[in-house]
Nanobody
């Protein structure tokens, strides 16, 4: 059973937007920091954004800063990533993952050693 499920990926033209959602599958997200990551073909997985368990702390990679917004709704048991002004370099499989941080979060892939979703494909092309 996969504890995390990502959805909302798809195809979009450059300049477009997508909203990804990470949902807990019979698994409570509210005690976990959540990170979003992506992996393009032939490239290493990279951290995009993260949010603390309370939602107070958020962090972004340089590539995501100013274009992506992470948020969480603990009542709905979801964490979302709003992605605007997408470009072809954003094409990748996007994953969410949990980390047991208290009052903070991290965009480092190595800090997420507990649960990962299976990913959702985002394709940006004209």
């Amino acid at each position: 059973q996969t504890q995390l499920v990502e959805f909302g990926g798809g195809w979009v033209q450059p300049g477009g937007s997508l909203r990804l959602t990470c949902a807990g599958n019979r698994f409570n997200l509210d005690v976990w920091a959540i990170g979003w990551f992506r992996q393009a073909p032939g490239k290493e997985r990279e951290g995009i954004s993260c949010i603390s368990s309370s939602g107070v702390i958020t962090k972004y990679s340089d590539s995501a800063e100013g274009r992506f917004t992470i948020s969480r709704d603990n009542a709905k048991n979801t964490v979302s990533l709003q992605m605007n002004d997408l470009n072809v370099e954003d094409t990748a499989v996007y994953f969410c993952a949990t980390a047991p941080f208290d009052r903070t979060c991290s965009v480092a892939v190595g800090d997420y050693t507990t649960y990962w979703g299976r990913g959702t494909q985002v394709t940006v092309s004209s």
